[in-house]
């Protein structure tokens, strides 16, 4: 048995009904543990995940669909202060597999990150590098969290002890990946960029 769940580390303290439920979740996999502990069974806190085809409203995928679409010369966007682990999905996937493989039997616990955090503010001037062109921002208040946590950034040392190693944190390989395969790249910047290859 696997729970997908995304938390950070450290103690858990959900501070809305989303996180809660993802908690309740998490106690739902413990008490089977106890009550089955011939099973293995593991909770995989994902964080931040990103790649091609995502297409849940978050920050990534509405600012890849603001630019596709440039209905206005500003991204409009929410809190940018905040700080996330962002992690290539293939790498994710593949860290799943592997720990259904690896972990032994019992209740594990284990975050699914990279360990290191990117404000928003900074992915946004990453791409805006890559694609060569400035993107201005925009505060949309309907985007905004009332309530945001400043830094979510895991603990991947578990995760690295029982699988051998940790998903990329190379954002920038991975956001250029990323726009290679949305066709965001000026076709005049693809031309010159003979390095950019592709990763899936």
């Known amino acids: 048995m696997i729970g997908l769940l995304g938390a950070g580390s450290g103690k858990v303290a959900p501070f809305n009904i989303y996180g809660l439920s993802k908690y309740l979740c998490e106690q739902l996999i413990s008490f089977h543990a106890q009550t089955h502990p011939e099973m293995k069974c593991i909770v995989g806190r994902l964080f931040k995940l990103y790649g091609p085809g995502?297409?849940?409203?978050?920050?990534?995928p509405e600012i890849l669909k603001q630019i596709h679409e440039?209905?206005?010369p500003e991204l409009k966007l929410g809190n940018l202060w905040t700080k996330?682990?962002?992690?290539p999905v293939?790498?994710?996937?593949?860290?799943?597999?592997e720990l259904v493989e690896r972990s032994p039997v019992g209740l594990t616990?284990?975050?699914?990150?990279?360990?290191q955090t990117w404000s928003l503010q900074e992915i946004i001037k990453i791409i805006s590098t890559l694609r060569q062109?400035?993107?201005p921002v925009s505060l949309d208040?309907?985007?905004?969290?009332?309530?945001?946590?400043?830094?979510?950034?895991?603990?991947?040392?578990?995760l690295k002890k029982i699988i051998g190693w940790v998903p990329s944190a190379d954002i920038k390989k991975g956001l250029t990946d990323l726009l290679l395969v949305e066709k965001l790249f000026p076709s005049d910047?693809?031309?010159?960029?003979?390095?950019?290859?592709l990763d899936l």
């Open 70 to 72: 440039q209905k206005t």
């Open 90 to 97: 293939k790498d994710a996937a593949r860290a799943i597999v």
């Open 54 to 60: 995502e297409t849940s409203p978050h920050f990534l």
């Open 189 to 197: 910047h693809l031309d010159k960029s003979k390095d950019l290859t």
């Open 133 to 135: 062109q400035v993107l």
């Open 109 to 115: 616990t284990v975050n699914i990150g990279t360990g």
């Open 141 to 158: 208040p309907s985007k905004v969290r009332q309530v945001d946590r400043a830094n979510l950034q895991p603990d991947v040392n578990k």
């Open 84 to 87: 996330r682990d962002f992690v």
